[in-house]
């Protein structure tokens, strides 16, 4: 076998020559020094060839992984010259790059995105970028075999993001749904791999309902290792009870009076859990009022995160939101509450107890309130005259939580200064 020393050092001389590597893949040197990678084989009892291309250009590696990829055509019962003149084909047309999987990906998105909500259509291509486009992005989706397609997946559930990972497998398959649709492929390599990822365990969502055991649970994550936007992320998810998604992607800009006494966080309709139709109109906004202790969470992110588009950035991929299993993750390693709060359960643990706390102070009134704040829409109203609904209540509610919850705990700027993992 050939090694790169070799490759290198061989020079011209009165004839063309061969030198060999294995299994019919030589290095063809001409007259002239010209090196090009050649592979001879032998299909329907005729010998055939393909020209590879030039070395350096393609490597002694690459020109060997060239090979196996022919070989493995011909132990499938077809022709890899064909294959590889397609391509070649398309080179000089200068349009190979669009049947890459993430240009075919990218223009799936683009048809489907204008009949999604905006941050549907964000999270999807935001998943693609960071877990599928680096892995196969640049293969050809003809190419594409399901094994390879089970391995991205399983590298995602092995973080614990099994949920994700069937996402991101029905994301793919409709991909190659699409680029069966176009000409481009024959086959959907991800359609069966569900079969290979753990189940999704569906069922109520785990959550402290105790005042105390939320607390506890709190202090308890805070004083585990970990990353200091993750905690900062966390404190602000207790703090207002705010579905896990707004928190992900909240932006520095939706915040205002900061410093003053009427802080406020005021969500995008497109982020809200609201119908399209809704999701576009300004109206359908929600407002959060927020307490001291937010308010200082949230000066503490946005000086930590430095001018960047989120709130909360991926630590990764700065230009991106941390991302959505980061705190599922995060919570499933506080000893002693192993799956007894998940982040959505702030929302069952602001709920509960701050009812339980109005029967016991005489306020049955502030259910209602209590509700708006979680943003639940009552029947026949519509979220638009609710949005800055009570909101003198609301702040006051918004602070006794806080005070509650926060006593006993460092300020967020502390959180700074957490020992990393």
């Known amino acids: ?77 077809r022709d890899p010259g064909e294959e590889y003149r397609r391509r070649a084909a398309r080179r000089t047309a200068g349009v190979e790059h669009d049947h890459t999987f993430e240009a075919v990906a990218r223009r799936w998105h683009e048809l489907q995105a204008p009949q999604w909500k905006a941050q549907h259509a964000q999270d999807v291509l935001t998943s693609l970028e960071a877990e599928v486009f680096p892995q196969i992005g ?43 649709a176009s000409g481009l492929a024959e086959m959907d390599p991800a ?90 109109l300004d109206e359908f906004e929600f407002i959060i009022p927020l307490s001291r202790q937010a308010a200082e969470t949230v000066r503490v ?30 919570y499933r390693r506080v000893l002693g509450f192993e799956g007894k709060h998940v982040p959505h359960g702030w929302r069952a643990s602001f709920s509960t107890i701050m009812n339980e706390r109005a029967i016991e102070q005489g306020k049955p009134g502030d259910r209602a309130i209590i509700d708006l704040m979680l943003a639940h829409q009552p029947e026949g109203v519509e979220a638009r005259y609710n949005r800055a609904a009570y909101m003198p209540r609301r702040r006051e509610l918004a602070q006794e939580w806080a005070d509650l919850l926060m006593e006993g705990l460092a300020s967020a700027e502390a959180l700074l200064d957490a020992p990393r993992r």
């Open 1 to 77: 076998m050939l090694t790169e020393v070799q490759c290198k050092s061989a020079k011209a001389v009165s004839k063309p020559q061969k030198l060999t590597d294995s299994q019919g893949l030589h290095l063809f040197v001409t007259v002239n020094g010209h090196k090009s990678w050649r592979y001879k084989y032998r299909f329907g009892g005729k010998e055939r060839r393909i020209v590879f291309g030039p070395y350096p250009e393609i490597s002694l590696k690459k020109a060997r992984e060239l090979r196996e990829d022919a070989r493995r055509e011909l132990r499938e019962g």
């Open 138 to 180: 640049a293969q050809d989706v003809s190419e594409l075999k399901p094994p390879k397609i089970r391995e991205l997946l399983q590298a995602v559930q092995e973080r614990g993001a099994i949920e994700t990972a069937h996402r991101i497998r029905q994301r793919i398959s409709a991909v190659f749904k699409f680029a069966i």
């Open 301 to 330: 992110a946005a000086a930590f995160a430095r001018n960047r588009k989120y709130l909360f950035p991926s630590a990764r991929h700065s230009h991106r939101p941390f991302t959505d299993n980061a705190l599922n993750v995060a």
């Open 191 to 280: 359609a069966s791999i569900g079969a290979a990822l753990r189940p999704v365990i569906r069922g109520k969502q785990p959550a402290l309902l105790k005042l105390e055991q939320a607390r506890a649970f709190l202090q308890a994550y805070e004083a585990t290792p970990g990353y200091a936007t993750t905690k900062l992320a966390s404190r602000l998810l207790a703090l207002t009870a705010a579905r896990p998604g707004t928190i992900q992607t909240a932006e520095p800009h939706e915040f205002e009076d900061m410093e003053g006494s009427q802080p406020i966080w005021r969500i995008p309709a497109a982020k809200m859990k609201l119908q399209r139709a809704q999701s576009e």
